[in-house]
T-cell receptor, first 109, second 117 residues
Framework: GQNIDQPTEMTATEGAIVQINCTYQ??????LFWYQQHAGEAPTFLSY????GLEEKGRFSSFLSRSKGYSYLLLKELQMKDSASYLC??????????FGAGTRLAVHP | DAGVIQSPRHEVTEMGQEVTLRCKPI?????LFWYRQTMMRGLELLIY????????DSGMPEDRFSAKMPNASFSTLKIQPSEPRDSAVYFC???????????????FGPGTRLTVL
């Protein structure tokens, strides 16, 4: 079966660092994506991992361990505008994405 | 580029009525996806097309839902008859595989918020 788990909600303080975890069990694996979705808006692409290790992109980094079925998204120097939902998605092949339920992050001053 | 265009942005209809959602993908993209998002079930893939051909419709809830892509620049998702449980935000997304890239980034449209009374 297909299963993607991530925490439902997280809170953090402006300027801090937060790590959002994602674990997955899928029948196929062609990479793992992270998307950001602000309330009332469409998801937008943040990162992609297909090999084990850390991918860094500015304030955001994403890590993947395929053997553990585990990924995390690391957000540094948090800003108020980072308050959003963060969706973990696994590509099972043929460009088909399976999304987790999303983690709603609230950043407080 | 205008991005993925969806219409209407909001639709309110009564149970039993036919609903048609429309999508124009980004020019040059050869994949088109229809998703549904609800609080209870999150973002679910309904169907996707490659070069206008349906590849996987296993996410379509039931026969009341149908999708077409008559050409590379237009797709529709139809619900007939609609039911209150169909209320959700419906997103269309498109993508293409860039030369030298190992992944397809999906670009999402703004969504259609459907309310069935």
């Amino acid at each position: 079966g297909q299963n993607i788990d991530q925490p439902t909600e997280m809170t953090a303080t402006e300027g801090a660092i937060v790590q959002i975890n994602c674990t997955y069990q899928t029948s196929g694996f062609n990479g793992l994506f992270w998307y950001q979705q602000h309330a009332g808006e469409a998801p937008t692409f943040l990162s992609y991992n297909v090999l084990d290790g850390l991918e860094e992109k500015g304030r955001f980094s994403s890590f993947l361990s395929r053997s553990k079925g585990y990924s995390y998204l690391l957000l540094k120097e948090l800003q108020m505008k980072d308050s959003a939902s963060y969706l973990c998605a696994v590509s099972g092949g043929y460009n088909k994405l399976i999304f987790g339920a999303g983690t709603r992050l609230a950043v407080h001053p | 580029d205008a991005g993925v265009i969806q219409s209407p942005r909001h639709e309110v209809t009564e149970m039993g009525q036919e609903v048609t959602l429309r999508c124009k993908p980004i020019s040059g993209h050869d994949y088109l996806f229809w998703y549904r998002q609800t609080m209870m079930r999150g973002l679910e893939l309904l169907i996707y097309f490659n070069n206008n051909v349906p590849i996987d419709d296993s996410g379509m809830p039931e026969d009341r839902f149908s999708a077409k892509m008559p050409n590379a620049s237009f797709s529709t998702l139809k619900i007939q008859p609609s039911e209150p449980r169909d209320s959700a935000v419906y997103f269309c997304a498109s993508s293409f595989l860039k030369t030298g890239s190992s992944y397809n980034e999906q670009f999402f449209g703004p969504g259609t918020r459907l309310t069935v009374l």
